[in-house]
């Protein structure tokens, strides 16, 4: 089981950790997303110990599995839900922002939206 | 009930003033107001605690162990204080110039309750909940402005932020993983327990989160792009305030839970320290543009609080703190006069120039004392060198931004409001104030220290 959580975890980072340097912007969300779940099952696999569902009345003479892992995961999963829909909101934004921009100045940098802007240089 | 207050006062106070345009006036009167009085409050708490020791109060009556600790001491104080006072500066100076975005004044108070409960909280994993309510609040702030520039700015700061969130929420979990408790005395009491090996290894994705955060040397690259591209407000912010996170992080887990760790690491930290100071010292020379050129001081100056950490004892340790808060004010001077055109802002960038250099009598020369005086006792002489080289170089690479920026460009631009230059100015003869008269803030930071280090409160 612990051979099996850690293949999983180093997947889905290595995946994320892949998908994060890419130019493109929704793939770079990918990233982030598949990076902070492998994060939410190490926080799992921390308190890996086979058991009893931790609920009262507590069987006597039993072990039990540890309970705090999961309200520790559950926080993480909520926190990483809200700061992917904020990634999002910016992503959409910057594309907009972009596209508006292009059809003002013509884009000749040949990328699309989607990707990060490029940097200008600050004239000085 | 006090350490309470000025979590809630910020909290209720932003989710009060969220649904209001923020580009309306009295909005921001309201969000300043609410900013002094959460500072008042957290003046009145720091006030106990120096009197009277730490305050602590667990969440809910649980009985200690279960419930969530909170808890105020020197250390926390110390941050709290320094990081809502440049919080309310920049937010008093944006609104003296004119909002631009609905939701600043908003963000700006959640960002103060996220940073106040990073430092007041005794719990490992509440520390990462704040931490996150802070980080969330100033995503959204980087994109102020809303040009591509600033947009590309915030991603690559949200998308470098949100991996050293990540590497710190390993950290976390493996340190309840090896200890069984989240509570940061029980950490502290068990991680000596556990094997040396696997907490050196906790300690190391810590450094690399908190490193991430500060904007040390070999995490650095994110610095420069991001502090170019943002509002200077809004710089001021992250570079000032935001950032405490990771000097605080560092001594609180650092010097806090695992000494052992830390000073097995210190030679190394020193060095990481001391390449930090020259590299961001000799960067900042060439860059054409102010805020790269103070981002890349800033890569410099965090080096310093490094080495100190390195250092240790309680010599080392107040020198960390009081570096962190001096390189506070003066990044907040410096990011904030950037912004403005117009007399008296130069004679602001100036002064506050002359404290990242060490020039008597600004605060940071107390800074550079403090860092001189732990390597002095140290014996480590190279490291007396570096402090000497660092502060000339700052001095030449600041110089060259006002060369430019203040005495070479045609003053065509119509001045900035007056209000936000006679609040910089006043920020930056705050400087020289703390520089005349520094016992209070040396013995704040020797407060701290002590706080860390088990004496005093």
Request: aromatic residues 10%.
């Amino acid at each position: 089981m612990i051979l099996a959580l850690a293949l999983v975890i180093s997947v889905l980072f290595g995946c994320g950790a892949f998908l994060l340097l890419k130019r493109d912007l929704i793939r770079m969300a990918g990233g982030i997303i598949l990076i902070s779940n492998a994060a939410n099952l190490f926080i799992v696999s921390a308190g890996l110990s086979r058991g009893r569902e931790p609920i009262y009345p507590l069987p006597a003479g039993e072990r039990i599995s540890d309970p705090v892992v999961q309200a520790l995961v559950l926080t993480a999963i909520v926190i990483g839900f809200g700061t992917v829909a904020v990634l999002l909101g910016m992503i959409y934004r910057t594309y907009t922002a972009r596209l508006a921009k292009a059809v003002d100045e013509g884009d000749e940098t040949g990328r699309t939206p989607m990707s990060m802007p490029p940097e200008d240089r600050v004239a000085d | 009930m006090l350490l309470l207050l000025p979590l809630a006062i910020t909290w209720f106070g932003a989710v009060a003033l969220a649904p209001f345009d923020g580009r309306r006036r009295a909005v921001g009167v309201v969000a300043v107001g609410v900013m002094v009085a959460a500072f008042v409050a957290l003046v009145r708490l720091g006030i106990t605690v120096w009197t009277s020791g730490p305050v602590e109060m667990v969440a809910g009556d649980w009985p200690a162990g279960i419930g969530i600790r909170l808890r105020a001491d020197g250390l926390g104080i110390a941050f709290a204080l320094i990081s809502l006072g440049v919080l309310l500066a920049a937010l008093a100076y944006e609104v003296l110039g004119g909002v631009h975005e609905r939701s600043l004044p908003s963000l700006v108070l959640f960002m103060s309750t996220g940073l106040t409960g990073v430092f007041l909280t005794a719990d490992i994993f509440n520390f990462y909940v704040f931490f996150e309510i802070a980080m969330t609040a100033s995503f959204v702030l980087a994109t102020y402005g809303k040009q591509v520039g600033h947009l590309r700015a915030a991603l690559t700061f949200m998308v470098v932020n949100l991996l050293g969130s990540v590497v710190f929420l390993a950290g976390v979990a493996s340190l309840y993983h090896v200890t069984g408790t989240l509570d940061m005395d029980g950490v502290a009491e068990r991680v000596n327990g556990a094997p040396t090996a696997s907490v050196l290894l906790i300690a190391v994705l810590i450094f690399v989160a908190f490193g991430l955060k500060l904007g040390l040397f070999p995490f650095h690259s994110w610095v420069p792009l991001v502090y170019r591209d943002t509002w200077p407000a809004v710089a001021a912010m992250l570079s000032a305030a935001l950032a405490n996170i990771g000097s605080y992080g560092l001594l609180r887990f650092g010097a806090g839970l695992m000494p052992r760790e830390l000073s097995l690491t210190a030679s190394g930290l020193i060095v990481i320290g001391s390449l930090g100071i020259l590299y961001g010292a000799i960067q900042a020379v060439s860059p054409r543009t102010a805020g790269e050129v103070i981002a890349w001081s800033s890569i410099g100056q965090v080096g310093y609080i490094l080495v100190a950490l390195g250092i240790g004892g309680p010599v080392g340790l107040t020198a960390a703190v009081l570096y962190s808060i001096i390189n506070s004010l003066n990044k907040l001077v410096l990011f904030l006069a950037v912004g403005l055109r117009g007399w008296l802002v130069g004679a602001a960038f100036a002064l506050a120039a002359f404290s990242v250099a060490g020039v008597p009598p600004s605060a940071g020369f107390f800074g550079k004392v403090a860092i001189f005086r732990a390597g002095a006792d140290a014996d480590r002489v190279p490291l007396l060198v570096l402090v000497v080289v660092g502060g000339a170089l700052s001095l030449i690479y600041l110089f060259r931004i006002y060369q430019r920026d203040y005495w070479a460009r045609n003053h065509a631009a119509p001045p900035s409001p007056l209000g936000a230059r006679v609040l910089v100015l006043v920020l930056a003869c705050g400087i020289v104030f703390i520089g005349l008269w520094p016992e209070p803030l040396l013995a704040l930071s020797a407060n701290a220290a002590a706080a860390l280090t088990g004496g005093g409160s």
